[in-house]
């Protein structure tokens, strides 16, 4: 059976897509395999599609004859501004379009999702959530590194990174007291801030840790090492945004659950 018969073999009844509506949507962490079945129903019903730069460009084949706006942000180049984004969802929903505002990961997960949507209300606009597979936990899964693990962790901290070292930072001793895993957004350029505040906090040295780099993708990169070294072999090897952090005890578990399959396929 082909993956098309197996679609239309399912019971799904997709939600109307009303003309004037904003859809804010989350396209998963970058794979095409983890865009769910309500997204891309509402990219083929939609007439606008206001992008961000973590969309994988093959996604938007699905969106037929809708008309597409990049407006991508990624730290440390020209972006769209926020108020700018916020105008044009605005104004093409007031044009009687239907408007998907498709975001990278879930859209409420670090994804802007929440003032999008205070914005659209405020104008009167009609929205829905679509959530989608956050980047955390799509990189974990890929990367084989289980989010949760009897016997080793109990929560998982989802943090961002961008604002290390500055007045309105969180406090890293406070999550590193925790104990738990910690997934940390937008950190690649306060790498080593953030590492030396985590061991400030009490986290050995030697604790496990990954980057996740470019995850889900055919450009997908994984550093495993620990707390102390993470800085020096990311900087050595490579690796940059678009990239997770994960510092914690679910790390080390990765070796364990892959040696199995690498031992399965030698001659």
Known sequence: MSLADAITRLPFEPVPFEP???WLAGAGPGGLGCLTLEVVSALSLADTVI????????ALRAAGQAEHFFVGKRGGKPSTPQEEINRLMVDQARSGRRVLRLKGGDPNTFGRGGEEALALAHAGIPFRFLPGVTSAFGALAAAGIPATLRGV?????LATGHAAGMPDDLDW?????????????MGMSNLEKITAALIGGGLAASTPAAVLMSATT??????????????RRAREEGFGSPALIVVGGIVGAREALLRPREEGTRP
């Open 173 to 185: 001793a406070a999550l590193a007291r925790t104990g738990q895993p910690i997934v940390i957004y």
């Open 51 to 58: 992008y961000d730069a973590l969309i994988d460009p093959a």
């Open 218 to 231: 055919a450009d997908e990169r994984v550093l495993v090492g620990t707390l102390g070294d993470l800085p």
């Open 153 to 157: 962790n109990k929560a998982v901290i």
């Open 20 to 22: 004037g509506h904003v």
